[in-house]
């Protein structure tokens, strides 16, 4: 009996070599097994091991958010140099001494007031997103409390043309849903003129006082605009019911008879509209195969828009008239924020890439460049020695184009 027991011991031991030899030919590994080739670590050459710091690159300072007086001189803007946002002021030229305005509770947003008598900001308790509003003089001398924090949400949208009055939407009456205040300066009072529901923000005053552009957002990048006509309280939706399209950038004609919109309503990309409020109807101006992100209004009924191309912020001058643009190459190179005064006589840029932290450069019409405006701390990084990424696309199996 042993000796068939050990015949039968020798041919399992047989087999379950020739089973592991099998599983290592055929790319699969089993305990105790020599590691393949490729799983062997390899040393690397030290310059690849001498990685930089994270830590300097996290102390890296930015201005942002400019907002320009009405006569171009002047532009406001934040940084968090002293720990936390704060508004600063210095002149467009890259000359001036540039003055801290705001200190104390982070400011989470600004804008000057159309008459240039002082600077509209918000800031918020710790980051609670529940803002104030106050005033403050260009100089900083002078400042005063308009609303004052409290447990709703707050959301400014912009000044009437007289710059008595701002227009906003809160949560006050419910803790949810958004209803339109207007707080008139001169009186010191707030005013609730529709109520609203959950996403409705207001964007933009009409010229005449007439008008209210509300958005309603919808999904995760799409909205519905409406027309609040004061005179009635009466909201009507201007862009298709079911449309999941963006529209923003809404900058008004002088007349109030109609006014331009980026959207990308009925197509791809984003491109410039007109929306005129008798017809209520809108029509394509600018559509190209990239999209037109950012809008302004320039002298001599052109039209300032900023276009992704390759990733990159291209400045272009629309000429309606003739159908074309020329591009602006004073800018350096990168992904920009363009603002201007309501003159469109003066532009200021905030301007981004991996060679620049971010910062602000002033340009005028006719100005071969830009001028920069300021220079933050790169916490001792040498940012020329960052590489700029390049665009690249293919086409994938269903015919469309892969970006990245």
Request: glycine share 8%.
């Given at each position: 009996?042993?000796?068939?027991?050990?015949?039968?011991?020798?041919?399992?031991?047989?087999?379950?070599?020739?089973?592991?030899?099998?599983?290592?030919?055929?790319?699969?590994?089993?305990?105790?097994?020599?590691?393949?080739?490729?799983?062997?670590?390899?040393?690397?050459?030290?310059?690849?091991?001498?990685?930089?710091?994270?830590?300097?690159?996290?102390?890296?300072?930015?201005?942002?958010?400019?907002?320009?007086?009405?006569?171009?001189?002047?532009?406001?803007?934040?940084?968090?140099?002293?720990?936390?946002?704060?508004?600063?002021?210095?002149?467009?030229?890259?000359?001036?001494?540039?003055?801290?305005?705001?200190?104390?509770?982070?400011?989470?947003?600004?804008?000057?007031?159309?008459?240039?008598?002082?600077?509209?900001y918000a800031t918020d308790k710790e980051g609670n997103e529940k803002n104030g509003?106050?005033?403050?003089?260009?100089?900083?001398?002078?400042?005063?409390?308009?609303?004052?924090?409290?447990?709703?949400?707050?959301?400014?949208?912009?000044?009437?043309?007289?710059?008595?009055?701002?227009?906003?939407?809160?949560?006050?009456?419910?803790?949810?849903?958004?209803?339109?205040?207007?707080?008139?300066?001169?009186?010191?009072?707030?005013?609730?003129?529709?109520?609203?529901?959950?996403?409705?923000?207001?964007?933009?005053?009409?010229?005449?006082?007439?008008?209210?552009?509300?958005?309603?957002s919808v999904g995760e990048d799409a909205n519905h605009l409406f027309l609040l006509?004061?005179?009635?309280?009466?909201?009507?939706?201007?862009?298709?019911?079911?449309?999941?399209?963006?529209?923003?950038?809404?900058?008004?004609?002088?007349?109030?008879?109609?006014?331009?919109?980026?959207?990308?309503?009925?197509?791809?990309?984003?491109?410039?509209?007109?929306?005129?409020?008798?017809?209520?109807?809108?029509?394509?101006?600018?559509?190209?195969?990239?999209?037109?992100?950012?809008?302004?209004?320039?002298?001599?009924?052109?039209?300032?828009?900023?276009?992704?191309?390759?990733?990159?912020?291209?400045?272009?001058?629309?000429?309606?008239?003739?159908?074309?643009?020329?591009?602006?190459?004073?800018?350096?190179?990168?992904t920009m924020s363009l603002t201007s005064n309501p003159a469109g006589t003066q532009?200021?840029?905030?301007?981004?890439?991996?060679?620049?932290?971010?910062?602000?450069?002033?340009?005028?019409?006719?100005?071969?460049?830009?001028?920069?405006?300021?220079?933050?701390?790169?916490?001792?990084?040498?940012?020329?020695?960052?590489?700029?990424?390049?665009?690249?696309?293919?086409?994938?199996?269903?015919?469309?184009?892969?970006?990245?």
């Amino acid at each position: 009996m042993k000796t068939p027991l050990l015949i039968l011991a020798l041919g399992v031991f047989a087999f379950g070599c020739s089973s592991s030899d099998s599983q290592h030919n055929s790319g699969e590994s089993s305990v105790g097994a020599d590691p393949f080739a490729q799983d062997i670590p390899q040393p690397i050459s030290p310059e690849m091991e001498a990685g930089a710091e994270i830590a300097p690159f996290l102390k890296v300072q930015s201005a942002s958010s400019p907002s320009l007086s009405p006569d171009g001189k002047w532009v406001a803007y934040r940084t968090r140099k002293t720990g936390v946002f704060q508004v600063w002021v210095t002149s467009v030229d890259g000359t001036g001494e540039h003055v801290q305005l705001t200190d104390g509770n982070s400011v989470t947003s600004h804008r000057w007031l159309p008459d240039g008598s002082g600077i509209l900001y918000a800031t918020d308790k710790e980051g609670n997103e529940k803002n104030g509003y106050y005033i403050i003089s260009p100089d900083g001398s002078e400042e005063k409390e308009l609303l004052a924090p409290s447990d709703a949400f707050r959301f400014f949208g912009d000044f009437n043309q007289a710059g008595t009055q701002f227009v906003y939407s809160t949560t006050e009456r419910n803790g949810v849903d958004f209803d339109i205040h207007v707080y008139d300066m001169p009186s010191q009072t707030d005013t609730k003129i529709y109520e609203g529901k959950l996403g409705y923000y207001p964007v933009s005053f009409s010229p005449d006082g007439a008008y209210i552009v509300i958005s309603e957002s919808v999904g995760e990048d799409a909205n519905h605009l409406f027309l609040l006509r004061l005179a009635d309280a009466t909201l009507t939706q201007i862009s298709p019911a079911d449309d999941m399209s963006e529209y923003n950038n809404i900058r008004w004609l002088p007349d109030s008879k109609s006014f331009y919109v980026v959207t990308n309503w009925d197509r791809e990309y984003t491109g410039v509209a007109r929306y005129e409020v008798e017809a209520n109807r809108f029509e394509y101006l600018i559509s190209e195969e990239y999209d037109l992100e950012q809008l302004r209004l320039g002298e001599n009924n052109t039209l300032h828009a900023v276009a992704n191309q390759a990733g990159y912020s291209v400045h272009q001058v629309w000429n309606l008239g003739l159908g074309r643009a020329l591009a602006v190459n004073a800018w350096p190179q990168g992904t920009m924020s363009l603002t201007s005064n309501p003159a469109g006589t003066q532009f200021v840029a905030y301007v981004n890439s991996p060679k620049i932290s971010g910062d602000l450069w002033a340009w005028s019409p006719g100005d071969a460049e830009a001028v920069r405006i300021t220079e933050s701390d790169n916490a001792g990084i040498d940012l020329s020695t960052m590489v700029l990424p390049e665009a690249h696309q293919f086409e994938a199996r269903d015919g469309l184009t892969i970006h990245g």
